[in-house]
Antibody, heavy 118, light 107 residues
């Protein structure tokens, strides 16, 4: 069974750093792209960027380029999303999802809620 | 960047109604379009891909059509479990963007 299990909710202060994770199981982790999607409170889905764990090829939406870093450790089948300096506007639910074919998300993690507040 | 626009933003309907949601792309995306359903507090679920292909396990009352810049998601007979928010997503060569969503509410 394909599963993506994300790390737990985080509460951080502005300016702090953060790295959240997404562990894949039940399939060949290095053979599928993984994407990250943001959902701000009460808002829609935003495509942030993707990574191919096989070679760490990474692509970012222009809206998120320079704001976050996507990485992966194929030895432990885990993808990451990280911030070096959080802002209050980073408060959101973040989902990872597996990509099948050329870009559709077929399996999703349960989401990680990030709250940034002073 | 390709922009995706859904209409309507909110739709009120009754059980048994036929429901249609439209998604327009700012430029041609061929058939590289997916539809997702999201319920409150849950991750989205893939319903339709490549504009009209039904994902495995998704009820046949869901269907998709269109190509180029205009696409539709149709629910042939709305069921209680279908009240949710629906998103379209364009994808091509591993780039993607979502529409703003359509909330289907109980009338």
């Amino acid at each position: 069974e394909v599963q993506l299990v994300q790390s737990g909710a985080e509460v951080k202060k502005p300016g702090e750093s953060l790295k959240i994770s997404c562990k894949g199981s039940g399939y060949s982790f290095t053979s599928y792209w993984i994407g990250w999607v943001r959902q701000m409170p009460g808002k829609g889905l935003e495509w942030m960027g993707i990574i191919y764990p096989g070679d760490s090829d990474t692509r970012y939406s222009p809206s998120f380029q320079g704001q976050v870093t996507i990485s992966a450790d194929k030895s432990i089948s885990t993808a990451y999303l990280q911030w070096s300096s959080l802002k209050a506007s980073d408060t959101a639910m973040y989902y990872c999802a597996r990509i099948r074919g050329s870009g559709k998300f077929d399996y999703w993690g349960q989401g990680t809620l990030v709250t940034v507040s002073s | 960047d390709i922009q995706m626009t859904q209409s309507p933003s909110t739709l009120s309907a009754s059980v048994g109604d036929r429901v249609t949601i439209t998604c327009r792309a700012s430029q041609s995306i061929s058939s590289w379009l997916a539809w997702y359903q999201q319920k409150p507090g849950k991750a989205p679920k893939l319903l339709i891909y490549k504009a009209s292909s039904l994902e495995s396990g998704v009820p046949s009352r869901f269907s998709g059509s269109g190509s180029g810049t205009e696409f539709t998601l149709t629910i042939s007979s709305l069921q209680p479990d279908d009240f949710a928010t629906y998103y379209c997503q364009q994808y091509n060569s591993y780039w993607g963007a979502f529409g703003q969503g359509t909330k289907v509410e109980i009338k």
